[in-house]
C-alpha cells in the first residue's frame, strides 16, 4: 500500500523569501502526486500534479514541485513567499501498481509566512 | 467558491443516530469524492462514485455507506454514530473517473457527534 509523509508540521518563513514544504512517498508502482491547500474554514485546493513528463512541475500561484524518483519526495516549492500563502498544505500520493484505486494524504503541513 | 456545494454546514447528532450529508458536483463533473478530516486521522479518502457507480474505495467503515443518484448528486450515510465520527466531511468533484484527475473540494460538512 502507498504511503505519504509531511516531515514538518509547521514551516515559517519570511515573506519574500524562498520556501519549501516537504513530501517523500512510499509506493509498489509508479506514483501519481498532487499537492492540496487548505485556507482557513475552506475546503482543499489543488495545486498542482506529477503523473509523468517532465520532473519540474509548475502550479497554481507560482507554486512549483520536483518530483525526484530516487529520493521517492515531491517537495513544494516557491522562490518568494507572500503572507497569503499562509496555509495548510498536503501532499497526497496514489499508487497505479496493479490498478490501486486508494489515495493518500499527508498529515498537513502548516506554512507560515510573516511579513 | 469551487462549484461543489455541500448541506449542510453544520450538523450535530447524538451517539447511535444515523445522519445523511449531501453533495452537489460541479456542473459537468462525473465523479464525487467523500474525505473525513479528523484531528486524529487526518485526510483520509473514503469512497468515490463516477457517474452513478462506485469505483474506488478506501478507509470507509462498514457503518458508513453512499451513493450517487442519476442527477449526479451524492449522500454519505453515516449511521450507528460514534464520538470518534466527528469530522469534517469533505465532498469532491472531478470531470474524469481516475484519481489522477484534479479535484474541486467543497466547503465541508462539521460533524460534531455528542
Known amino acids: 500500500a502507498q504511503s505519504v509523509a509531511q516531515p514538518e508540521d509547521q514551516v515559517n518563513v519570511a515573506e519574500g523569501n524562498p520556501l519549501t514544504v516537504k513530501c517523500t512517498y512510499s509506493v509498489s508502482g509508479n506514483p501519481y502526486l498532487f499537492w492540496y491547500v487548505q485556507y482557513p474554514n475552506r475546503g482543499l485546493q489543488f495545486l498542482l500534479k506529477?503523473?509523468?513528463?517532465?520532473?519540474l512541475v509548475k502550479g497554481s500561484y507560482g507554486f512549483e514541485a520536483e518530483f525526484n524518483k530516487s529520493q521517492t519526495s515531491f517537495h513544494l516549492k516557491k522562490p518568494s513567499a507572500l503572507v497569503s500563502d499562509s496555509a495548510l498544505y498536503f501532499c497526497a500520493v496514489r499508487d497505479t501498481f496493479k490498478n490501486n484505486n486508494d489515495m493518500r494524504f499527508g498529515a498537513g503541513t502548516r506554512l507560515t509566512v510573516k511579513p | 467558491d469551487s462549484g461543489v456545494t455541500q448541506t449542510p454546514k453544520h450538523l450535530i447528532t447524538a451517539t447511535g443516530q444515523r445522519v445523511t450529508l449531501r453533495c452537489s458536483p460541479r456542473?459537468?463533473?462525473?465523479?464525487v469524492y467523500w474525505y473525513q478530516q479528523s484531528l486524529d486521522q487526518g485526510l483520509q479518502f473514503l469512497i468515490q462514485y463516477y457517474n452513478g457507480e462506485e469505483r474506488a474505495k478506501g478507509n470507509i467503515l462498514e457503518r458508513f455507506s453512499a451513493q450517487q443518484f442519476p442527477d449526479l448528486h451524492s449522500e454519505l450515510n453515516l449511521s450507528s454514530l460514534e464520538l470518534g465520527d466527528s469530522a469534517l466531511y469533505f465532498c469532491a468533484s472531478s470531470v474524469g473517473g481516475t484519481l489522477d484527475n484534479e479535484q474541486f473540494f467543497g466547503p465541508g460538512t462539521r460533524l460534531t457527534v455528542l
Open positions: 456542473s459537468g463533473d462525473l465523479s
Open positions: 506529477y503523473i509523468t513528463g517532465d520532473n
